[in-house]
């Protein structure tokens, strides 16, 4: 089955800095989507990317896609404070998301 | 609209006792999902249903574990004779017809913590 695999990192920033994450699959997706969980809570989307989509942005975040080395990657610009919390890539098929183990963001104020 | 809801928040039970987790879905969606997450883990799949159907229940245990989605009322998640390893935090999504994922939206869990 599908499943989203982050690099198992977590990352210590200063504020303002930029974060990234990396993300690895096995099979073919129709799409992978990005997800952020504060501590304690549920989970937000944040961006999804299609099988078809090299790279694309929402405001501070640009995440790419290179499906021939099956990966992605989210990149956080000028980070905040309220930026502190769990990333999880989720690829989808047969109606349901696989989710990678997630990377914990630090970011210090 | 007041998303996905799920209740209680946090739930102790002893060894031995049942746990019932409920999931109300956004208005105007059709299917729901469950999703366990173990601490430090990512979500894993477990149910997915339509209204009085079980479409897809391949990630739930095959004991102890049973869900519903009734015609009326929430979805429910329950879980008999709980075991320390049953201690997760487990979220419910819900989504309109057609939209699979994409239409997503997540609750805020249920923590259940088995003592």
């Known amino acids: 089955s599908q499943q989203g695999e982050e690099d198992p990192q977590a990352l210590s920033i200063q504020e303002g800095e930029n974060a990234t994450m990396n993300c690895s699959y096995k099979?073919?997706?129709?799409?992978l989507q990005w997800y952020r969980q504060n501590s304690g809570r549920g989970l937000v989307h944040l961006i999804l990317?299609?099988?078809?989509?090299r790279e694309k942005h929402s405001g501070r975040l640009r995440v790419t896609l290179d499906t021939s080395k099956k990966s992605s990657s989210l990149l956080i610009t000028a980070s905040r404070a309220a930026d502190t919390a769990s990333y999880f890539c989720?690829?989808?098929?047969?109606?349901?998301?696989?989710f990678g183990k997630g990377n914990q963001v630090v970011v210090i104020p | 609209n007041a998303g996905v809801m799920q209740n209680p928040r946090h739930l102790v039970r002893r060894r031995g006792q049942e746990a019932r987790l409920r999931c109300s879905p956004m208005?105007?969606?059709?299917?729901v999902y469950w999703y366990r997450q173990l601490p430090e883990e990512g979500l894993k799949f477990m149910v997915y249903?339509?209204?009085?159907?079980?479409?897809?229940e391949s990630g739930m245990p095959k004991e102890r574990f049973s869900a519903e989605f009734p015609k009326e009322g929430p979805s429910i998640l329950r879980i008999q004779q709980v075991v320390r390893g049953d201690s997760a935090a487990y979220f419910c999504?819900?989504?309109?017809?057609?939209?699979?994922?994409?239409?997503?939206?997540f609750g805020s869990g249920t923590r259940l913590t088995v003592v």
């Open positions: 099979t073919s997706i129709n799409n």
């Open positions: 990317i299609r099988s078809n989509e």
């Open positions: 208005k105007g969606h059709s299917h």
């Open positions: 999504a819900s989504s309109p017809p057609g939209l699979g994922s994409v239409g997503y939206t």
């Open positions: 989720a690829t989808e098929g047969n109606n349901r998301l696989a």
């Open positions: 249903l339509q209204k009085e159907n079980i479409i897809d």
